[in-house]
């Protein structure tokens, strides 16, 4: 099986994509509005403890406010509260939230390919169909060159996109040249 370079580069740009739009999306910026999003990094920023976070807000003009908010991790065995570094925490949230979104995003990718894959073997059955009816109709069975033609293009691209098999695509083959 031949595997060319651009679905593998397709993917790596979608990974690659996934874990930006995780970190700074996801884990920074809805992770400021929501911080219990980024509870997600417990497991890597705070192994042996539990991970909490303070917000401090205030209002030093009518109009303003700001928000800051301290993480920290306390360690179950000692009780000592250490103030965690913001880039660590958001890191390893993000990459999270980015693999998620990446077999989100594949998951649909494959979906959406697999609809369109049989887009063509809808058509080529129903141009078969009408093919077979105006043979019927008219000429007595024989078809044209071009009705031939055509049906091997399709055939042809229903093999190309892995829509049938090797198998059933000479077997059809066989099939459309043997009415010539």
């Not at 205030?58 to 509260?81: E, H, M, V």
Request: with cysteine; aromatic share 10%.
């Amino acid at each position: 099986m031949k595997i060319s370079a651009g679905p593998l580069l397709g993917t790596a740009l979608l990974f690659i994509f996934c874990l930006f739009l995780g970190v700074t999306v996801i884990s920074i910026g809805l992770g400021a509005l929501f911080p219990p999003l980024n509870l997600v990094a417990k497991p890597f920023v705070c192994p042996s403890g539990q991970m909490t976070y303070e917000e401090i807000v205030s209002r030093p003009l009518p109009g303003t406010t700001y928000t800051l908010i301290y993480w920290f991790c306390t360690d179950n065995q000692t009780g000592a509260k250490t103030q965690l570094e913001p880039f660590p925490k958001d890191l390893y949230a993000g990459i999270v939230y980015g693999l998620l979104l990446f077999v989100a995003g594949w998951i649909i990718y494959r979906l959406y390919t697999a609809k369109n894959a049989l887009e063509p073997a809808k058509r080529v059955q129903a141009s078969g169909a009408d093919d077979q009816r105006a043979r019927e109709a008219g000429s007595g069975g024989a078809k044209t060159l071009q009705e031939v033609e055509r049906e091997l293009k399709k055939l042809k691209a229903m093999r190309a996109s892995n829509v049938i098999s090797e198998a059933e695509y000479d077997k059809t083959r066989a099939e459309i040249l043997k009415d010539l």
